[in-house]
């Protein structure tokens, strides 16, 4: 197996760590010990839990106004993978990445499994991509892809989602993400119930062409690029959608495609509800789809979301196996530095929902003591969990301070020397 950070260099940085960490996870152990709460059980589930890493995050973001690169970025799918096995050496949290296509298109996806694999890498979800036009392409998606009214165009946009189904069998997916940028930016452009029909015909399609143990999930969003309205706008239309498909369709959440303040926590118990919840492209956001690092803006959602996961866990639906996973832009800062804190953040908040009460949570909530409810939320959410996550770490070979051994490996400094630079204005490809 190719490692690129050197065990060695691992080793010596978690040295210099390794007392400070033994003292205060002893300490954490006998705090929750007095709560009845084995720590090593905790830390245990952390080390069993990950999240996958997209392709497309590896490289620097960009607005629609700029987007200003650094030296050393990845500009292909081998050199993507290279960053992610970085972030899953030092994390452990995320060893596997979700492609997107045709961005990492190549020619021999069985040698492109076999290089991640090599860098201790699988392939979560493969993503379509029928929001831009390709250089070559017959149809445009200037109006829609798969709600488009132009025939040939949905045939087209089908057709991708299907060749992206045959590549993730390749390189052993078992998920297919569909977001469709479709919409409009004027009231009355299109009629809403005849072009969610189109949607509907042509995603079955797509559907009828699951392999049995595949999944197909929804991703929806409530604006942009349509800045009026969206085909599958919100997790109403999201699960109508997922129902009318047929079992192997789910609900994916991206944290980021909601209206401001939507109770995203209350969306995910429903989506559970109802046997629908597929998964997650975890990020934050202030505004918009900020495409932020996962839990800088709102940490306290973030672990809502978990608790109602772990909730979730106890209370199984038919299917309940969301994916996990990052979907950001990392616009100001080095990919690898954001996708390792929000990984981190992500662990953490899990961690926090591992340690609420739910024998005092379920007990205040029937009773109606809604301060004791609160309560026991509250005070799973101020445990300091850092320390579970690095003995984790360490234990499986990673690192107990993630950035500080990433930046004393010089990885960017090195792929610098190494990589070609990127050009201004490829956008987050
Ligand atoms: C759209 O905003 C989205 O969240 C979808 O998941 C896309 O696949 C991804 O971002 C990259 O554009
Ligand atoms: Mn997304």
Redesign the pocket.
Known sequence: MTKPISDELIAEANARELVALEEDYTALGRKLARTGIDIDRVKDRIAGFSVAVPS?GAGRGGTRFAKFPIPGEPTNIHEKLEDCAVINQLSRLTPRVSP?FPWDKVSDYKALREEAADLGLGFDAV?SNTFQDQPGQAQTYATGSLSSTVEATRAQAVEHNIECIEIGRQLGSTDL?V?VGDGTNFPGQQDFARSLDRYLEAASEVYSALPDDWRMLL?H?MF?PAFYSTVINDWGSSILAAQELGPKAKCLV?LG?HAPNVNIEQIVARLHRFGKLGGF?FNDSKYG?DDLDSGSINPHQLFLVFNELVEAELNPREGFKPSYMI?QSHNVTDPIESMLSSAEAIGQCFAKALLVDRDALHAAQEANDTMMAFQALRRAYNVDVAPILAKARVEAGGAIDVLATYRASRWRDRKAQERKAVGLGAG?V
């Open positions: 497309w997107h993503n993400t977001w991703e969003k942009e991206d495609h492209h789809d979907d987050i």
